[in-house]
């Protein structure tokens, strides 16, 4: 009896290791043949969860790298749905970056999850709920890691395929994108790119249109130079570009399963007027913001496939700003100047731009004060002090200077001594004619002595030239001692430095001009003296008090021009109304006659008009 029982058992066991052999058998089969990634990863956790001692469950979450979401991609057994258990531990594993091991709660050991990181990018996480007789956590942990390998290489491998094909997509684009470049008006680049994509897409026509008052006009159609003879088409097209346009989204009909749901009533209407199996409406965007959409006609038999569809869109977002771009730059430059004043008007009435709203606001507060406040105009220009009377000093003949006794700066009076010259030459000079006169006189006596009346009456004359030239010298000698015409200051000159030196006759030595007697004489620039006239009044201050402002009045204007450091000027005269004890001769600094009160942006704005005026009359024709 027992020998039959063992017997039995026995063969129980052979039928259960034969049962799994088959089991495992299938699943290598169908993970090594899988077609697609959700048949790999389904046969991929069903032996995971045949490696695993005791696993009661498991499941695969998948998704975008980084972002997500995480959906369930593969679950095991394929009856059950993910349980609370395994997503709580797939959620932190995803959080955490790591493994995670959550304690059951009666059901058996607990859960173990594991993120599934590929070039430390995260693309969810696989989770497997151990029975109670299972493998311990750690064991199922370690098993977990192992099998990993072959998400990460479908992954890459997956991961490759898409670059390929965005590569491909992205050349082809370029390609379009190149036709498009090469056209300088917007009729033939819209004419070009919708013929370009006819070809290449394998479209019956292809259109593309432009928002505009929130309708879209059709620019142009495939294979087509005028719309005359469709207007119903255009119409029926523009309403399709709406309905994209308005969802913000690809539009496609016949709409496939998979898809969100999408309103595509007018893409119908139009495919049953042109007779078309499949109509793709695939929206433009520059800067954001909706401009135009480009609608693509296949007639039965050819509908869009998810790859056409992404080369539409990719061809859209290259394409898009590019040609709105030309279309702008091509149109009349009115139209442009006119965008250009509604857009700024629309930014400034409109929501949000506070920078432009404040710039207008304070711009708008400048003109008002420009247009309205007033000021004083006042014409400035460089300035000096000179004497009111100025009496120059000069060598009464040639000589040699023997003392000098003051210096510029140095005060004097009436009849004070400047200098000397060397008068050893006049004394010289003077002897021998005293000499020469006594001599005649001699001749004389005894000229008269002797009744030599002719003789005598040419010696008196020789007599008479003498007393002359003493007389002459006598002058001279008084000369020699240069002394000051009247009260003053020496304005210039400094002979200490030439003692001993010659002079010529006339030449300067000093300037002397009255104390407390002068007057302004200002460069008024030639733009300027327009505004100047006698009488008019203004304020000089000189570098040497700034902070001391001095009163004058215009008193004439000298009409001749002068020249200096590259501008011409005229020299206007103005006399002080009062003077200070500290002012000097030939002082400077800066004069403003007041002219008359004028508004604040004429004076700003004066010298640039008048340069406008005098270039506009010079160029005129």
């Not at 003789?455 to 002058?475: G, M, N, P, V």
Request: with cysteine; glycine share 8%; proline share 4%.
């Amino acid at each position: 009896m027992s020998g039959s029982a063992e017997a039995e058992q026995g063969q129980s066991r052979e039928s259960a290791t034969s049962s799994v052999a088959v089991l495992d058998q299938s699943l290598w089969t169908q993970f090594h043949g899988a077609g697609s990634a959700q048949d790999f990863v389904r046969a991929w956790l069903g032996l995971q969860c045949r490696h695993i001692p005791g696993a009661a469950a498991a499941a695969v979450v998948l998704g975008e790298p980084e972002t997500g979401p995480f959906t369930p991609a593969a679950t095991w057994p394929r009856s059950e749905e993910v349980s609370a258990e395994a997503r709580l531990a797939v959620d932190r594993a995803i959080e955490q970056g790591q493994g995670v091991a959550i304690s059951g709660a009666g059901r058996g050991p607990g859960t173990v999850a594991h993120p599934v990181m590929v070039d430390g990018r995260l693309y969810g996480a696989v989770a497997v709920t151990l029975a109670a007789q299972g493998a311990a956590p750690a064991e199922a942990m370690r098993q977990l890691q192992w099998g990993i390998g072959w998400l990460e290489a479908l992954l890459r491998r997956e991961q490759g395929a898409s670059d390929a094909a965005l590569h491909d997509r992205t050349e082809r684009a370029l390609a379009i994108l190149a036709v498009v470049l090469e056209q300088r008006r917007f009729r033939s680049a819209a004419s070009a790119l919708v013929t370009t994509l006819a070809a290449r897409l394998d479209c019956d026509q292809v259109a593309i249109g432009f928002r505009r008052r929130k309708r879209s006009r059709v620019a142009a159609l495939s294979h087509a130079s005028g719309f005359g003879r469709k207007m119903n088409v255009v119409r029926d097209i523009g309403h399709a570009m709406d309905e994209a346009l308005d969802q913000n989204d690809i539009v496609l009909y016949p709409q496939p399963g998979h898809w969100d749901y999408r309103v595509t009533r007018m893409h119908e209407e139009l495919a049953d007027a042109q007779k078309a199996g499949s109509v793709l409406t695939v929206p433009l965007q520059a800067n954001g913001d909706l401009v135009g959409a480009i609608t693509f006609e296949r007639p039965k038999g050819r509908p869009f496939d998810e790859e056409t569809v992404e080369l539409a869109d990719t061809v859209a977002s290259m394409v898009g700003p590019v040609i709105t771009e030309i279309r702008k730059n091509d149109r009349m430059l009115l139209t442009k100047a006119a965008e250009v004043v509604w857009n700024q008007v629309t930014a400034i009435l409109g929501p949000r731009y506070i920078g432009r709203k404040l710039a207008t606001v304070a711009a708008a507060v400048l003109i008002w004060l420009a247009l309205t406040v007033t000021g004083d105009f006042e014409v400035a220009a460089p300035a000096k002090l000179e004497g009111a009377i100025q009496r120059t000093v000069v060598a009464p003949f040639e000589g040699y200077i023997q003392s000098a006794t003051v210096r510029a700066g140095e005060t004097v009076d009436e009849g004070e001594l400047l200098a000397t010259l060397n008068d050893q030459d006049l004394l010289l000079e003077r002897l021998r004619w005293q000499t020469s006169r006594r001599q005649r006189e001699i001749e004389f006596d005894r000229a008269l002595a002797e009744g030599e009346r002719a003789e005598a009456s040419i010696i008196r004359s020789q007599i008479a030239q003498a007393d002359a030239q003493l007389a002459l010298i006598d002058a001279q000698v008084e000369r020699t001692r240069i002394v000051a015409p009247f009260d003053g200051i020496v304005v210039s000159g400094d002979l200490s430095q030439s003692i001993g030196g010659s002079v010529a006759r006339g030449e300067e030595l000093f300037k002397v001009a009255p104390v407390g007697d002068y007057r302004v004489v200002i460069e008024v620039d030639e733009a300027d003296l327009a505004e100047i006239a006698p009488g008019q009044t203004g304020q000089l201050r000189l570098a040497a008090q700034p902070d001391a402002p001095l009163g004058f009045t215009v008193t004439a204007i000298t009409p001749v021009a002068s020249q200096a450091d590259g501008r011409n000027f005229f020299r206007v005269e103005a006399a002080l109304d009062g003077s200070d004890a500290w002012l000097r001769p030939s002082m400077e600094g800066v004069a403003r006659v007041s002219i008359d009160e004028r508004l604040v942006v004429e004076i700003w704005t004066r010298r640039m008009v008048n340069w406008l005026r005098l270039a506009t009359w010079q160029w005129r024709p």
